[in-house]
Structure formats: C-alpha cells, structure tokens
C-alpha cells in the first residue's frame, strides 16, 4: 500500500519558477527521502531528512518536515526545463526498533512540468 | 558503468509462462531490493536482501514470486505461471552498509504478460 500522499499530481511551470511539491504520510518514519523519475535515468535519489530533523538543504533543493503534522515538502529553486520528471517521496518507517534497514513506501508522485 | 545493472530491459511473455530477472548491484552494496512499479504509481516493496539474506517479504508477493541472491551477489526474481496483473515495471535497488540509507535503482524491467 502506498503510504505517501503527493500534492500536487502535476504540477506546470516556467523555467526560472519554484516548484514546491508535498507529502503526507501515515506512520511514524526513520527518515524520509525524495527520489527524482524520468525515462532517461530511472529513479534517482535526491534527498534524505532524518525524523529529527526539520530542514535540508541541497543544491537547488530544499526538504522540511514536520514530523507532529506527518508531511513533508520539497522546494526547487529556479527550475530548469531539466527539471521536469516525477518525483516521489519515500518514508522509511524502520524496524521495531526504529533502525532504518532502507524498506522504502513511495507515494503516487508528482509530476512536474518545466516549460522552457 | 558502476551503477546496478538489470536484464532483460524488457520481457513479453504470455500468460502462464514463467520468467526470470536478474539484477547486479553496485559492488560493495550489501543490501538489495525488489520493487514493482505499475503506470502512474510509485515503486512498491516486493522483498529487501542484506547480504544473502532475505529478510523481509511483502505481503504483495504470492507464492509465484521467488527471489534469491546466491552469494550475497546479484540477485535473481523469478515469478511463476505468470498473469496479465504480473504486467509491471521490476526495479532492483541497492544501498550500501547501515549508516546510508539512500538506494540505487536499476533501470528496471518491463514485463509484458499477453
């Protein structure tokens, strides 16, 4: 079942806009991770935050999360037409124990459009 | 290329038959994952691998489903007499020992049951 909830579906923007997608999810997590999808490259790894973490930086891309309200959002900065993929946000709930051992729930994704 | 490795790119087989795929995961990885993505949804977890261990199974993969890593190497998910429903995207993931979590994916394989 997927845990992750984006919004939006879809999102279209031009090339110099930020694009700011969200994330819901249900269970406590370990960490939270971004993944990039497109036909050329397959999924790629973006962005990892930690549960007791709250903002991330990394290039163009900045990741929060509110672990009291469950969500989280992923912002790009000055997009590029390069941009445009699904991305998805995938929680990492761990073990009992909450170690992480990297079994990942991916919401439906949000596919972004960058017009040139 | 370094990165994890899948073949077949793209299987069509018809209903009933059984197939194979095989994923190599960036060398010094020792966990291995399966995911089965279908149009418009994201990956879901089929069954994680530390080593050669199989440590966890979901609940998604009915007893057609096998998969294995002889060796803690690559690793092989074979499904069983298989149906239109099996028709999916197969990825293979890899990460490397406990302290990084992120995961590598393969380019995955398209399985088309006709």
């Known amino acids: 079942s997927q845990q992750g909830e984006e919004d939006p579906q879809a999102l279209s923007i031009q090339e110099g806009e930020n694009a700011t997608m969200n994330c819901s999810y249900k269970?406590?997590?370990?960490?939270l991770q971004w993944y990039r999808q497109n036909s050329g490259r397959g999924l790629v790894h973006l962005i990892l935050?930690?549960?007791?973490?709250r903002e991330k930086h990394s290039g163009r891309l900045r990741v929060t999360l509110d672990t009291s309200k469950k969500s989280s959002s992923l912002l790009i900065t000055a997009s590029r037409a390069a941009d445009t993929a699904s991305y998805f946000c995938?929680?990492?709930?761990?073990?009992?124990?909450?170690?992480?051992?990297?079994?990942?729930?991916f919401g439906q994704g949000t596919i972004l459009t960058v017009h040139p | 290329d370094t990165g994890v490795s899948q073949d077949p790119r793209h299987k069509i087989t018809k209903r009933g038959q059984n197939v194979t795929f095989r994923c190599d995961p960036i060398?010094?990885?020792?966990?291995l994952y399966w995911y089965r993505q279908t149009l418009g949804q994201g990956p879901e977890f089929l069954t994680y691998?530390?080593?050669?261990?199989?440590?966890?199974k979901s609940r998604l993969l009915s007893d057609r489903f096998s998969a294995e890593r002889p060796k803690g190497s690559f690793s092989t998910l074979e499904i069983q007499r298989t149906e239109q429903g099996d028709s999916a995207m197969y990825l293979c993931?890899?990460?490397?020992?406990?302290?990084?979590?992120?995961?590598?994916f393969g380019p995955g394989t398209r399985l088309t049951v006709t």
């Open positions: 060398s010094e990885h020792n966990r």
């Open positions: 995938a929680t990492d709930a761990g073990n009992a124990g909450g170690t992480s051992y990297g079994k990942l729930t």
């Open positions: 935050i930690r549960s007791n973490e």
């Open positions: 993931a890899s990460s490397p020992p406990a302290g990084a979590y992120e995961q590598y």
């Open positions: 269970t406590s997590i370990n960490n």
């Open positions: 691998f530390q080593n050669e261990a199989q440590l966890e």
